[in-house]
């Protein structure tokens, strides 16, 4: 059985210069993987280039979802083939209601499987149940996209998204971003709760709060676009008791 993500010595540039160097991560399926690091580590451009975005060159390595090379695929291409983002910073858009964006979104990703696109009634239906696991109002889904959303807001509609497509694999980006406690709560539940046979989840944060919630299986520490330790819920606690000055390479400039 191929590996639901594998990463092969990845190394990736931005206009020249290389900040992510030789990197190999496996996840499986009913795994939670937490990667940590310092601001400017490299994290979320590790996200970016696993979802394809044009901005970053690879260099070398390669990039395997389900046992498809996505290395040079394009990210509507990797979305069909399962993959998912949830954005640090999500857009807003004036005029989409979100109830329309998630049936657009789920019916491609019906359509990419060869099957037939949900009727309004029956999405409707779907809708609300996930709805209701997180605690949002029926009337959310006539709001336009992102628009005027709390920060919580945002946060709950990307786990939303994750609940009606049903990826197999979940990139988290800084999930915790701009939440209160139970807010934080209720998105880690929620996730957690997704996390199955079917499902893979990467998520990346600065932080232990998240991961109090959201039990990782597997903990990595990326530092200077390397990935310098990995270990379970013992790395996390070791991380906030000594920082990430611990793992900085003594070579290296704090």
Known sequence: MPHLLEIKNLQVAVEGKEIIHSLNLTVEAGEVHALMGPNGSGKSTLAQVIAGHPAYHVTQGNIILDGFDITASKPE????????????????????????FLRMAYNAQAEARGDKPATVVKFRERLNRELQ?????????????????????????????LAVLQPK???????????????????????QHLVGPELGVLVITHYQRLLY??????????????????????????????????????????
């Open 77 to 100: 291409e990797r979305a069909r083939r399962g993959l998912f983002l949830a954005f640090q910073y999500p857009q807003a858009i004036a005029g989409l209601s979100v109830e329309h």
């Open 133 to 161: 696991a997180l605690r949002f109002k029926p009337d959310f889904l006539e709001r336009s996209l992102n628009d005027g959303f709390s920060g919580g807001e945002k946060k709950r509609l990307e786990v939303l998204q």
């Open 169 to 191: 694999l979940a990139i988290l980006d800084e999930t915790d971003s701009g939440l209160d406690i139970d807010a934080l709560r209720l998105v880690a539940e929620a996730i």
């Open 213 to 254: 919630y959201l039990k990782p299986t597997h903990v990595h520490l990326l530092v200077g676009g390397a990935l310098v330790a990995a270990g379970g819920k013992e790395l996390v606690e070791q991380v906030e008791r000594h920082g990430y000055r611990a793992y900085i390479p003594t070579h290296a400039t704090a």
